[in-house]
């Protein structure tokens, strides 16, 4: 069975800090991973997404993940945080192997990141 | 093109009673799913709908039901409400291809007294 673990369920850096959010994932089939991002009192929004075409994936707002086989992680990253950045950051792996039919995501617990000026 | 619509986007109920939740999805997406987000459990997918038949299940039980229509639409049925059913539902539809990304829409959230 599909799973993702995020380390470190809140991060705090300074307006202008690397973001680094954690992502582990586990997958008995090639996987497919996301990231999506959550406001306060909103749906989720997809930041990127990897499907096997290259291991650096870029997207939205100025982040990007990379994709690491050998060590079963997909950690977000952006090189200078805003404050617009404050948000709950979730990682996604799809449950439904390539030769199944639809789709169904197992996400992780969410981190938390807060961005002080 | 619009985004995924739901709605009521608020409602409260008393334990015992049943709900029902919609979901209009992005045009042209003929899949629709479910998920359930709680602070203790997190973001849970409930079950998914294509072609008006369910496609893919989680692991809820029987009270959690869903359909689709013919357009796409969607609803979400739980009966028998329990204190532990509050939550933020969310719906999620993506093209007919598979693994393909969901687009999430702002979510039902349902409080049960």
């Known amino acids: 069975a599909q799973s993702v673990t995020q380390l470190g369920s809140h991060v705090s850096v300074s307006e202008g800090a690397l973001v680094l959010l954690r992502c582990n994932y586990s997958s008995s089939v090639p996987p497919y991973l996301f990231w999506y991002v959550q406001y306060p009192n909103q749906g989720l929004q997809l930041l990127l997404k990897?499907?096997?075409?290259?291991?650096l994936v870029k997207g939205i707002n100025g982040f990007e993940a990379e994709f690491k086989k050998s060590e079963t992680s997909f950690h977000l990253t952006k090189p200078s945080a805003h404050m617009s950045d404050a948000a709950e950051y979730f990682c996604?792996?799809?449950?439904?192997?390539?030769?199944?039919?639809?789709?169904?995501?197992?996400f992780g617990k969410g981190t938390t990141l807060s961005v002080s000026s | 093109k619009a985004g995924v619509t739901q709605t009521p986007r608020y409602l409260i109920k008393t334990r015992g009673q049943q709900v029902t939740l919609s979901c209009s999805p992005i045009s042209g997406h003929r899949s629709v799913s479910w998920y359930q987000q709680t602070p203790g459990q997190g973001l849970q997918f409930l079950f998914e709908y294509f072609s008006e038949t369910q496609r893919n299940k989680g692991n809820f039980p029987g009270r959690f039901s869903g359909r689709q229509f013919s357009n796409s639409r969607s609803e979400m049925n739980v009966s028998t409400l329990e204190l532990g059913d509050s939550a933020l539902y969310l719906c999620a539809s993506s093209l007919e291809k598979r693994r393909e990304t969901q687009y999430f829409g702002p979510g039902t959230r349902l409080l049960v007294l």
């Open positions: 996604a792996v799809s449950d439904v192997g390539p030769d199944q039919a639809g789709t169904a995501l197992i």
């Open positions: 990897y499907t096997s075409a290259a291991t």
